[in-house]
């Protein structure tokens, strides 16, 4: 599963299982292995077990089975303050009665460093996060955005290897949000960090990540980079959780080479990859990205199969025209074209034939 | 306030309120009037809602408060009884013998109190200064019925060799005048002698200033003892899941809802040298039969039933600002390399200090004005200056002198809050 690129795994998790209550497991059965230097997101809807796994990678859970490694470590039995990892939390957790400089001294106090390291290093993370001149000032005196950029500071001040972003960003506006993104991912190039980062905001973890892990119910989804993931999701949680997609059900009535034709419950045969699908007859739900579709013979491969849509709406955004069509009995199939010059307008009622790339249209695991 | 210079719009909004002065409404009057215009009538309704309250609070409290700590300082018992000795007291100066007319002046007043029956009053007043004068004017009253013939020095000598006593002539000058700081005097054991100099009463009779100490120093130890007992609780309280700490809360409040004489009395049955804990410590046969120790009816029993009555006291304001205290903070000073006990000690702890500041605050001003539980618990080792208080109101009746001991007190404890108010800043503090 480890990504050439980052060696051997700096972060393990090997057979994790977490329960709270003793009757249900929150984690069931984590393997993760993370590369040095790697941004990892763990990404999933509130209760899929994302912040209990990071939780534990911090030491704030224990493991009710499994082990977690980090260097080739075992670090289930090491207390918080000994490993090393600098963390951000959703709310910062400045601490209130201590000054921008103070909550930045903190770690290096309890390390022993002397003071005038300490101010070296102090002024090195603030102006690593243009905070310089905030130094004396309170948390209750920042706003949202410059809390977070002290709170990174201070994760990052006592030079750890590991970095673990807790939502990070949840609280600042989506413009700030977008600005923090790049800020956190160029401080991850430069300094060379290791980072797990968890977030439910899936447009965060494909905009930040080197991978991501889909967490849902426990179990990791489907590990892979950003692009893969909104590409080629390997089953149907991951489709409709990363991005918009049009999940049609049917039955598989043939295998073609590497292609699959899948009869629609709404009637039609269409074209598609089989993923996790093996038997002919087996039921299938059929995901396809809005701006994968077509509508235009000349823009569908050779001998595509195509099928009968209705256009109901049509939505001005802007950079993109999205229609929404009536597909074999579905009301909310989605199309998304660019609006270009030449670009076809078409009108609510219009009925036309639709069609994709084979590759685009993945047969997935039944909803 | 601070957000202002980081704000961009700040900027505008302080230049738009630097022209405000000259700001209009439409129709041209000024803007600062219209709007104070525009609240009055918010205003007063508000007033008009809390004017009940204010009214029972200045009848029931403020003006009964004030009368009784005038009577501290002001005290017409003997001036106004007996004028014309008065008069004579304010006519001549401190040290002067009683000539011919100061004795016809007191046998004049002594006649008419005798026969006004206010000549015990008198003496009572004269009796806080001098022990013994009270029977001295009763006695001297009851034979002066169809009065005195001159010379007067002699008659009254005739009818009591007590009147030449040159320190009565002294308390009674001091009496002459209703205001006084006699009463202050001694409440810290301190009186006046003959030529009205301030010394040091008698050791045996020092009283006030050692229950004063006390009082202060048991109340301070009960506030360390609630901090001690409570912190641990309050956290537990703020930190368990929400239907385990509202239980653990509902235990912290039942003492609180039960009547204080049951909790004292329960106490002693515990406490005292046939009672339970003592029962169990000879069967256990840590201490044996004729060894059983006295936890009750001295200080022991006041400091063991008052910490336990004052314990919800510093709990309460304890739980309210921690559960307010997110436990990322304490996570972030974990993951930050702090130990438990430095996360606790420089994160957690400075946090609870508005909550801990609240409960010392009231479990100290509390413990100062504590009266039942000593009065019950508390033998002659365990009063404290209430208990004083108290029976000065009930059983001498020397309400001045009451009056003294609970302006001292109420002074000392004004004093605090203050210098808790320069240490901590009352802002700081968190009741709930």
């Known amino acids: 599963m480890l990504d050439d690129r980052h060696g051997d795994a700096f972060v393990a998790f090997e057979h994790v299982q977490k329960s709270y209550d003793g009757q249900t497991l929150v984690v069931k059965d984590l393997n993760l292995s993370i590369g040095k230097g790697e941004f990892l997101t763990m990404l999933g809807p509130s209760g899929s077990g994302k912040t209990t796994c990071l939780m534990m990678l911090a030491g704030f859970e224990t493991a009710t089975h499994g082990e977690i490694r980090l260097a080739g470590r075992p670090i289930n039995q090491v207390p918080p303050h000994k490993r090393g990892i600098g963390m951000v939390f959703q709310n910062y957790a400045l601490f209130p009665h201590m000054t921008v400089g103070e909550n930045l001294s903190f770690p290096l106090e309890v390390r022993g460093m002397g003071k005038s390291e300490r101010e070296a290093r102090i002024k090195r993370a603030l102006d690593m996060v243009q905070m310089g001149a905030f130094i004396n000032r309170r948390p209750a005196q920042l706003s949202g955005g410059q809390q977070q950029r002290i709170a990174l500071a201070r994760a990052l001040v006592f030079d750890p290897e590991l970095v673990l972003m807790d939502e990070p960003l949840g609280a600042l506006d989506k413009q700030l949000r977008e600005h923090m993104q790049f800020e956190i991912k160029h401080l991850h190039e430069r300094l060379g960090i290791t980072v797990v980062y968890v977030t439910h905001d899936q447009g965060e973890a494909l905009t930040m990540s080197d991978r991501i892990a889909v967490f849902n119910d426990g179990r990791i989804q489907q590990l892979a980079p950003p692009a893969a993931l909104y590409e080629r999701p390997e089953n149907s949680f991951v489709a409709s959780f990363i991005g918009e997609n049009n999940a049609l059900p049917g039955v598989i009535e043939e295998f073609e080479g590497d292609k699959a034709l899948v009869r629609l419950d709404g009637g039609g045969v269409i074209d598609a990859t089989p993923v996790n699908i093996r038997e002919k007859g087996q039921r299938t739900t059929v995901s396809i990205r809005p701006e994968r579709v077509e509508f235009k013979p000349e823009m569908m491969p050779p001998g595509a199969h195509t099928i009968e849509a209705k256009v109901l709406e049509v939505i001005y955004m802007g950079d993109i025209l999205r229609a929404r069509l009536a597909v074999a009995g579905s009301d909310n199939f989605v199309m998304k074209m660019r609006n270009t010059i030449g670009q076809t307008r078409l009108d609510p009622g219009q009925t036309i034939r639709i069609g994709w790339h084979p590759q685009d249209a993945r047969a997935l695991d039944p909803v | ?432």
């Open chain 2, 1 to 432: 306030m601070a957000n202002v210079a980081l704000d961009p719009h700040a900027a505008i909004a302080t230049t738009a309120s630097g022209v405000g002065a000259a700001l209009t409404t439409a129709d041209g009057k000024p803007l600062a009037r219209a709007l104070a215009r525009s609240q009055r009538r918010a205003r007063r309704r508000a007033f008009f809602l809390v004017l009940p309250l204010l009214a029972f609070i200045l009848i029931t409290f403020v003006i009964p408060i004030g009368q009784m700590l005038q009577r501290s300082f002001y005290n017409d018992g003997f001036s106004r009884n007996m004028p014309e000795v008065s008069a004579w007291f304010a006519s001549t100066e401190r040290g002067t013998d009683p000539d011919e007319a100061a004795w016809a002046a007191l046998a004049a007043d002594l006649t008419a109190a005798a026969e006004a029956r206010t000549i015990g009053m008198v003496g009572t007043r004269i009796n806080y200064d001098l022990s013994g004068a009270r029977s001295l004017f009763t006695s001297t009253g009851r034979s002066l019925r169809g009065g005195l013939e001159p010379p007067y020095r002699e008659a009254l000598l005739e009818i009591n060799e007590g009147w030449d006593n040159p320190m009565l002539w002294s308390v009674m000058r001091e009496a002459s005048r209703p205001y006084t700081a006699n009463f202050y005097l001694a409440a810290v054991d301190r009186t006046r002698d003959e030529d009205g100099r301030i010394q040091q009463v008698d050791e045996r009779q020092q009283v006030y200033v050692m229950l004063f100490m006390r009082t202060f120093w048991l109340s301070l130890l009960i506030t360390g003892l609630t901090f001690l007992l409570g912190f641990p609780i309050a956290h537990l309280l703020a930190t368990l899941p929400m239907r385990k700490s509202n239980l653990l809360m509902i235990l912290v409040l039942l003492p609180f809802w039960t009547s204080l004489l049951v909790r004292t009395t329960s106490w002693m049955v515990l406490l005292q040298q046939q009672g339970v804990v003592n029962d169990v410590l000879v069967w256990l046969g840590v201490i044996g039969n004729d060894q059983r120790l006295q936890m009750i009816y001295n200080q022991t029993g006041t400091i063991i039933a008052m910490t336990h009555i004052l314990l919800p006291f510093m709990v309460l304001p304890l739980y309210s600002v921690m559960r307010t205290i997110n436990p990322s903070y304490v996570r972030a000073a974990r993951s930050l390399g702090a130990t438990s006990w430095t996360a606790f000690r420089r994160i957690y702890f400075p946090q609870t200090l508005p909550g801990l500041g609240a409960g010392a605050l009231l479990v100290f001003i509390l413990a100062v004005g504590y009266y039942i539980t000593p009065a019950l618990v508390g033998g002659s080792s365990g009063q404290l200056i209430s208990n004083m208080i108290a029976m000065h109101m009930t059983s001498t009746l020397n309400w001045s002198m009451a009056a003294a001991l609970a302006a001292l007190l109420l002074a000392s404890v004004l004093v605090l809050y203050w210098l808790y108010d320069r240490l901590v800043g009352i802002d700081n503090l968190k009741l709930g």
